[in-house]
C-alpha cells in the first residue's frame, strides 16, 4: 500500500486493510506494522507511488507514525521555526495470497489534515487535499489580475 499525507502534516496514521476471503477477514496491514517513511521536506517526484520504487533509503517505523499525540509510535520530523514541513510520504508492502478470493476491501486511515493513499500507483482515496487541478485553478483565481 503506497500512501502520501498531505496537508500541514499528518498528526498520526495506520493502515488497516481487512480483506474478506470466504467470508473471513484478513488484516494485512496491522496498526503497529512497520512502515518506509519520509519526512525530509523533499519531493520525491511521482516514481515513489509505483510499486518498483526503491525505498531501501527511506527510514522505516513503526506504525502509528506521526506526531503529538501519545499513542504514535514514530515520532515524524516536524521542520522547525517558520520552516515546517507540510508533507510526509509512506509506502508499506504488502501481499494479497489468493487475490481472485477477495470480494471486499476495507481501508482504515487515521490521519490529521489531509491525506492520499495510493495503490500499485494508482490513486484510490483523497481526503482534505486538493488535487492538483484544484491547486492551480485556486492560485489562478487568487491572483486575478495586477491591480
Given at each position: 500500500?503506497?500512501?502520501?499525507?498531505?496537508?500541514?502534516?499528518?498528526?498520526?496514521?495506520f493502515l488497516c486493510v481487512p480483506?474478506?476471503?470466504?467470508?473471513?477477514t484478513v488484516s494485512l496491514i496491522p496498526t503497529n506494522a512497520p512502515w518506509k517513511y519520509l519526512?525530509?521536506?523533499?519531493?520525491?517526484?511521482?516514481?515513489?507511488?509505483?510499486?518498483?520504487?526503491?525505498?531501501?533509503?527511506?527510514p522505516t517505523g513503526l506504525g502509528p507514525?506521526?506526531?503529538?499525540?501519545?499513542?504514535?509510535?514514530?515520532?515524524?520530523?516536524?521542520?522547525s521555526g517558520t520552516n515546517r514541513l507540510l508533507t510526509a510520504y509512506f509506502r508499506r508492502t504488502f501481499i494479497v495470497p489468493n487475490a481472485a478470493a477477495i470480494t471486499g476491501l476495507t481501508m482504515r486511515l487515521l490521519r490529521d489534515?489531509?491525506?492520499v493513499v495510493y495503490l500499485n500507483g494508482t490513486e484510490l482515496f483523497r481526503?482534505?487535499?486538493p488535487s492538483a487541478r484544484e491547486l492551480l485553478d485556486a492560485g489562478h483565481e487568487r491572483g486575478g489580475r495586477d491591480r
Open positions: 500500500m503506497l500512501a502520501r499525507f498531505a496537508g500541514a502534516l499528518v498528526l498520526a496514521t480483506l474478506e476471503i470466504r467470508a473471513q519526512d525530509a521536506g523533499v519531493d520525491p517526484g511521482v516514481a515513489w507511488r509505483a510499486p518498483a520504487f526503491d525505498a531501501s533509503y527511506w507514525l506521526g506526531y503529538g499525540e501519545p499513542f504514535v509510535n514514530t515520532m515524524l520530523n516536524l521542520g489534515d489531509g491525506a481526503t482534505t487535499c
